[in-house]
């Protein structure tokens, strides 16, 4: 295909616009065709080289910057912006198609960020070309939307992407690309439930650690290549730093030749716990958990926190083992490693038990968007349609004991959490959602639960 050298390009985009302002309805469909065609064709730098895919740290080259963007909004409208419009400014690229779901679930979130962040922060939609989706069928999607959810899209999309594409490889979606204030690089993850602080800390020029996800070495999430080599050992097993550009791996085991190979590749030490732990866990959500006060990590915050780092773990046997047999190896290495085990118990427990009054009728929701939020910040936050038991594995942290939900889990609510919740006192955070409707009322009460305990 045919390249146009970068200095070329605004200048034939002035006269485009020109020509459609001046013209009839031809002009204006020639073009807007026009317009598309150069976005598509791939730009030539400076040097006359190729768009070459950013590695960590780069700077984003001085002719992408001078490139326009054609920007597609839901009605069916454009905008055409200059890319160094955005120069100085966080940038967060966001890939999508209209065929993921889950990347449009978190529009919701990605224009609440772009509104409370806009000064300092650029969200762009990115929608490329090898998806196939056009005007017609993102109306047609979004008019679904509408519908089922009474939601609508705000921010605009780059439609038939090639450029940045290119510059940040990806093969999944969602797929997200950080730039910092300098026009660097930070990196390209699968989406991240840290959203919010990432987006601070980079605005504050502060350093953040992405983990590569980019180009995905394991998309069908099988077993991969040990770490350890297991020449000559009858056992062996780690726990390491998760892998850049590996997804999650299935919770199986594999043979080969009699010997026994197991990975719980870039899992949350929670998952690993659910497995290794799977009885005592089953059935049981984060609001549900107590936790020894006796545990080195301490309260239930610095619990949630721990529970939720990342690890690659691995574990090799000379041997045809079964699957009760591979888990207990497991639950072993955890108890081993972490010092921690997971027991069911059923005793008189200190418990909140939910009453929900009149009031909550102001905020419950019959339809919407699902606000996808993983922990509560210190900031303003509105929850969109959110479920209670979802609502509660996020509070779950800043309260001191569990909390019994006597089957109100089927309501959903939208609610304004003020600025520094998280940080008030307990009674204050009771006294706040008994306003709302929500009432945690304590109790002592014989219950089953799961109890997080040092391994002894």
Not at 409 to 425: D, E, R, Y
């Amino acid at each position: 295909m045919m390249k146009i050298h970068i200095k070329y390009i605004s200048k034939l985009w002035s006269y485009l616009q020109k020509l459609m302002r001046s013209g009839g309805e031809g002009f204006l469909l020639v073009g807007k065709m026009m317009m598309v065609i150069l976005l598509v064709m791939g730009v030539k730098e400076g040097k006359g080289q190729e768009i070459k895919p950013l590695k960590k740290g780069e700077y984003i080259p001085e002719a992408i910057w001078e490139m326009p963007l054609l920007l597609q909004n839901l009605n069916g409208g454009t905008k055409t912006i200059k890319f160094n419009e955005l120069k100085g400014k966080v940038i967060l690229f966001d890939f999508w198609a209209t065929s993921c779901k889950s990347c449009i679930e978190g529009f919701p979130k990605m224009q609440e960020l772009n509104r409370k962040y806009g000064k300092d922060l650029a969200v762009i939609l990115v929608n490329s070309k090898r998806n196939k989706d056009s005007p017609r069928r993102l109306k047609a999607v979004f008019d679904n939307y509408k519908k089922a959810y009474n939601y609508e899209l705000e921010l605009p999309s780059l439609l038939d992407d090639t450029v940045f594409t290119s510059l940040f490889p990806h093969n999944g979606i969602p797929t997200h690309a950080w730039v910092d204030r300098e026009g660097r690089l930070v990196g390209v993850d699968k989406g991240n439930d840290d959203l919010e602080k990432r987006i601070r800390r980079l605005i504050a020029s502060e350093q953040v650690d992405i983990l590569d996800m980019g180009v995905i070495i394991n998309a069908d999430r099988n077993y991969n290549p040990a770490l350890v080599d297991t020449v000559g050992k009858l056992s062996t097993s780690i726990f390491a730093k998760p892998l850049p550009n590996f997804l999650p791996t299935q919770q199986y085991a594999y043979y080969n030749n009699g010997h026994t190979h197991f990975q719980l590749g870039n899992h949350p030490l929670i998952s690993i716990l659910q497995y290794a732990f799977s009885k005592e866990l089953m059935g049981f959500s984060f609001y549900q958990y107590v936790f020894d006060k006796d545990l080195k990590q301490g309260d239930k915050f610095k619990m949630s926190q721990v529970l939720k780092k990342i690890y690659w773990y691995e574990m090799y046997r000379a041997d045809s083992l079964g699957s009760e047999q591979v888990r207990e190896l497991v639950r072993a290495d955890v108890m081993r490693y972490f010092q921690l085990e997971v027991i069911r118990k059923q005793a008189l427990q200190d418990a909140y038990e939910l009453t929900i009054s009149p009031a909550f009728s102001k905020m419950e929701s019959k339809e919407g968007m699902l606000s996808k939020v993983e922990e509560l910040d210190e900031d303003e936050m509105q929850l969109n349609h959110i479920a209670i038991p979802h609502f509660f594995n996020l509070l779950s942290p800043y309260l001191d004991r569990p909390v019994i939900l006597k089957g109100e889990n089927s309501k959903t609510f939208n609610l304004m959490l003020p600025k520094g919740f998280i940080n008030f006192s307990l009674p204050h955070k009771l006294s706040f959602l008994a306003c709302k409707g929500l009432h945690l009322e304590p109790v002592k009460k014989i219950m089953e639960y799961p109890y997080f305990k040092k391994s002894s």
